[in-house]
């Protein structure tokens, strides 16, 4: 299978949704994500309850960030994700699969079938390399968790 092509960018899209899904919940108010990774929240935990001019920390927001990404690392990792592997996972994903170049027509068969997290789990165990498919599944069942918690789409586009 080639990389980049196809539905094998839904790999990609996944790994990408989950990780943009990570970041909206850590930094709820945050206006902009720019330069944010789920590999480097600790450190925009620090730089974004950190005063820019004065230096000073705000260590009540600081506990507030800290804890929201704790606690949904820990809910994250009961379905399978694991923080030491999988931010790294999903920019290897991502830089090798790719993302959806455009969004899918509104209510085409490919619409459905990329909210349905059935098709994409059987997408991935049958077409993703095996070593790469137990990975996916998690970050797949967590990307589902999450849209079910948060109440919105399985994609937000």
Known sequence: MKAK???SR?????AYQLDQRILS??????????????VNIPDKIIEVSTHPLTGKADEGYR????????DLMERLHQLG?????????TEIIINTYGILK???????SQEIDFKNPGFL??????????????????????????AQKDKRPLLLW
Do not use: N, W
């Not at 839904?10 to 996944?14: A, K, N, S, V």
């Not at 919940?25 to 789920?38: A, I, M, N, P, S």
């Not at 506990?63 to 704790?70: I, M, N, S, V």
């Not at 455009?102 to 085409?108: G, V």
């Open 81 to 89: 994700y694991k923080a030491t592997l999988h931010p790294l996972f």
């Open 102 to 108: 455009a969004r899918p027509s509104e209510y085409s």
């Open 5 to 7: 092509t196809g539905l």
């Open 63 to 70: 506990l507030y960030l800290t804890q929201r990404y704790a």
């Open 121 to 146: 789990k059987r997408l991935i165990m049958t077409t993703a390399p095996r070593k790469l498919q137990t990975d996916l599944v998690a970050m797949l069942a967590c990307l589902c968790s999450m």
């Open 25 to 38: 919940h850590v930094f709820k108010g945050q206006k902009r994500l720019y330069g944010f990774t789920v």
């Open 10 to 14: 839904l790999f990609g899209e996944i």
